[in-house]
């Protein structure tokens, strides 16, 4: 009887760290989402324009980029911390997927290659310098990505450090 008690409190316990464990990912989850919904509350619906030249001296056009598929706009800058994070994230999705780059506020397009040469970046950039990019998209904070589909609406936008899986799960739904 002794031993059936043991195994009763022990599959007890394990059952009550489980379901702790599922209700503070929920809950840490919702956060995420709330924190989320609030840092893109003023976020455009539609894509504003994006025409300007690559740090190699390329024209983009965001309208002629998204006819080939969804897009991946990152708004970053080479003095954020979580930027750092999110960008090797981003470096490696856009070796599968058409990614375009903003550097914000980061300096001379002489500084932002010697910035992507130290942490082996390789993904397309504009330099916006000014910010005039960063205004007309309405963006406060970085990182952040928007998901531009073909039709010119934005599928996804978010704030903060992005996972791979989730901006791949973005990009499926919009294939």
Known sequence: MKALNNKFLTALKKLTFWRSLLLNILFLSGLTLAFNAYQTRDLPQAAP???????????????????????????????????????????????????????????????????LEEKALAFAVINDEAGDISRSWRVRATPTVFIVGQDQQIAYAGVGIFSSWLLRFYLWRLS
């Open 49 to 115: 324009a994006l025409d300007s030249l690559l740090l190699t001296g390329q024209a983009y056009r965001l309208q002629q980029q998204i006819k080939k598929g969804p897009v991946v706009i990152y708004f970053w800058a080479s003095w954020c911390p979580a930027c750092q994070v999110t960008s090797n994230t981003i470096n490696k999705l856009s070796r599968e997927h058409h990614v375009v780059t903003v550097a914000m506020s980061s300096g001379s397009d002489l500084e932002i290659e010697h910035y």
